[in-house]
């Protein structure tokens, strides 16, 4: 059984920088960071694929968000500079049992959130 286990959100002004992180016990292949903003629909933001380690961005954050992970460490990042008060959300890790494309969004298993929040 996968367990995805988000830290490192936290209260930044717009133009700072955040690293947040997800610890991963079981086993899992693609991995993926989504957000959702109050009264508004989780969004997918970044995605890493296990065959070749391709990262994926959505347009709002590329450029600003860099996605890594350290399977010594069973980790994963998202590395978020210059942010802004609409980055503003809870941001969830997910992964999934087998490796298929970027633009795939369907996950397995998700994280309970860590809360980001940028003031102007």
């Known amino acids: 059984q996968v367990q995805l286990v988000e830290s490192g959100g936290g209260l930044v002004q717009a133009g700072g920088s955040l690293r947040l992180s997800c610890t991963v016990s079981g086993r899992t292949f693609d991995m993926g960071w989504f957000r959702q903003a109050p009264g508004k629909e989780r969004e997918f933001v970044a995605s890493i694929v296990w065959i070749g380690g391709s990262t994926y961005y959505v347009d709002s954050v590329k450029g600003r968000f860099t996605m890594s992970r350290d399977d010594a460490k069973n980790t994963l990042y998202l590395q978020m500079n210059s942010l802004k008060p609409e980055d503003t959300a809870v941001y969830y890790c997910?992964?999934?049992?087998?490796?298929?494309?970027?633009?795939?969004?369907?996950?397995?298993?998700w994280g309970q959130g860590t809360q980001v929040t940028v003031s102007s």
């Open positions: 997910a992964a999934r049992g087998r490796s298929t494309y970027s633009l795939d969004l369907r996950y397995d298993d």
